[in-house]
């Protein structure tokens, strides 16, 4: 399923999102959820599919953060594991897709959606995978010194 935002022109946008979805039901039943996670992977951005999918540098991190957070506010051991996990959860909620509120009705997780729908049609629904990309993403841009490259023509 493919989805494009700020549509410039017919299939030409600023963001783009392609989700595979993996599921013995019909296309026709699937294209709606399809488009609805594609406009809210657009929109949120996700970093990773699954908790499990994240990077393990980038969660140590996170977690020696909020440790550290956490101590220097005082409060007793106990207390700072529980804002550490509290915040953790918080930090999952915001970079993976599955634990992420749906954009398009602001309260139920994006997991929750697709059981939901899944429950609705009688049919197993898994998201595979996801790309979000931005137009001109991933372009290098050749950076010369500008008097070199002057000299360089005037040399030709």
């Known amino acids: 399923m493919g989805y494009i ?13 392609l989700v595979a979805l993996e ?9 709606k959820l399809g488009k609805e996670l594609a406009m809210h992977i657009a929109a949120t951005s996700p ?7 994240l990077s393990s540098e980038l969660v140590d991190r996170e977690r020696k953060v909020l440790i550290d957070q956490a101590m220097s506010s005082g409060k007793p051991e106990e207390i700072a594991k529980k804002m550490v996990e509290g915040r953790l959860r918080k930090f999952y909620s915001e970079v993976v897709l599955l634990e992420q509120v749906f954009v398009i009705d602001g309260e139920t ?6 059981k939901k729908f899944s429950k609705e049609i009688n049919k197993d629904i898994k998201i595979n995978s996801f790309i979000r990309f ?13 008097a ?9």
């Open 148 to 156: 070199e490259e002057v000299a360089e023509q005037l040399s030709d």
């Open 23 to 31: 599921s013995n039901a019909d296309a026709s039943q699937l294209n």
């Open 109 to 114: 997780k994006v997991s929750d959606v697709i």
């Open 134 to 146: 931005n137009l001109g993403e991933g372009i290098e841009k050749d950076t010369k010194n500008f």
């Open 47 to 53: 970093s990773s599919l699954s908790i499990e999918d």
């Open 5 to 17: 935002h700020n549509s410039v022109k017919d299939d030409l946008g600023k963001i783009g999102v």
